[in-house]
């Protein structure tokens, strides 16, 4: 079964930083033979869930979405199950949850649509003041 976890969420002042932390379980050495992508997306109140950033496991290929160019970095750890997201410079309007989520079957960075994604995390919580 995979399992996804996230942690690092918390509040910050704007202009501040944060780091998320993804770890992905479940997945074996064949699965990662395969490709697996890892990716992010946040939700604010009221508004849709938005695809922020992914990663391919496979080549270290990453794919980021207009909003957070520039300002967010997307990694991997040393265990490639392991994935972290940089947070600069961050806005009010970057307040949200933060999810994490996995696929698998693509050795290459993939659309930051929900669809996909088959795998999910239960999210964190970034808050950020003005």
């Known amino acids: 079964e995979v399992q996804i976890v996230e942690s690092g969420g918390g509040s910050v002042q704007a202009g501040g930083s944060l780091r998320l932390s993804c770890v992905v379980s479940g997945f074996t050495e064949r699965d990662y033979g395969f490709g697996i992508v890892i990716g992010w997306f946040r939700q604010a109140p009221g508004k849709e869930r938005e695809g922020i950033s992914c990663i391919s496991t496979y080549d270290k290929s990453t794919n980021y979405a207009d909003s957070v160019k520039g300002r967010f970095t997307i990694s991997s750890g040393n265990a490639k199950n392991t994935v972290y997201l940089q947070m600069n410079s961050l806005e009010p309007e970057d307040t949200a949850v933060y999810y994490c989520?996995?696929?698998?079957?693509?050795?290459?960075?993939?659309?930051?649509?929900?669809?996909?994604?088959?795998?999910w995390g239960q999210g964190t919580q970034v808050t950020v003041s003005s």
């Open positions: 989520a996995a696929t698998y079957g693509t050795q290459q960075v993939v659309e930051l649509s929900e669809l996909e994604f088959d795998y």
